[in-house]
Each structure stands twice: as C-alpha cells, then as structure tokens.
C-alpha cells in the first residue's frame, strides 16, 4: 500500500539502516545518499521515507512529503557547493525515463555544465 515500506524495496531497506548506504543529509521525512553510479561530479539521491512509486503518486498521495524532498535536495544543493553555479533536480518516472527503483527519488545533480534539452 502507498506510503508504507515495502519488503522488497531498495530504498525502504535503506531508509530502515538494512542496506547501507553513504548518508549526506536525514531528516525525520527525508533521508539523502550518494548515488552509486554517479552521473555527476555531485549526484545525490533524496527520498521521502513513506514509499511512492513515484513523483507524481508521492505529490498526490503525500503534497508535504513531496515539498519536504523538494526543500531537501535545495538543501543538498547548498551543502555540497553546487548552489553556486547551478544544479539539476531530476525525477525519472517510469521506465521509459529511466526509473529503475520504484520508491520516488529526486536525484541531485551538480559540479559539471548540462545541456538542453536533456537526455
């Protein structure tokens, strides 16, 4: 069921401290880790810690879990020094964009120029 763990979710695992990974920022709502296949020289993951398939089932399901992703990875931004020169917040929804975990994340993207349009 929406917004709660699920056993079988990489990301739930991370969020309960099952699956390890490398924490940059937690909040009560939110938890931030590398990416472990980054895309940038700064590419941070932020996940709600109520599981959504995705951004659009997470703003409809949960609007302040949503904002609170949102405020974070602004968060990160700030953190790892990207703020400054400009960064990319990233929602990939559905396999056709590239979602390969079904547990909503906004990746973090900073550290080097992007080009438009993307992809």
């Not at 599981?51 to 399901?61: E, F, P, S, T, V």
């Not at 904002?67 to 953190?79: M, P, S």
């Not at 990233?90 to 550290?111: I, P, R, S």
Request: a negative charge.
């Amino acid at each position: 069921m929406a917004g709660e763990p699920q056993a079988d979710c990489l990301f739930c695992k991370i969020v309960t401290g099952e699956v390890p990974a490398t924490i940059v920022r937690e909040t009560d709502t939110t938890v931030a880790f590398r990416d472990i296949n980054p895309q940038a020289p700064t590419h941070v993951l932020v996940i709600p810690k109520v599981h959504y398939r995705d951004a659009a089932d997470l703003a409809a399901g949960d609007p302040q879990a949503m904002a609170d992703v949102l405020r974070e990875a602004g968060e990160v931004a700030a953190q790892e020094k990207v703020d400054e020169h400009g960064y990319r917040i990233v929602f990939n929804t559905g396999a056709g964009a590239g979602q390969t975990v079904w547990h909503t994340h906004a990746h973090v993207l900073g550290g080097r120029g992007f080009n438009w349009p993307p992809g």
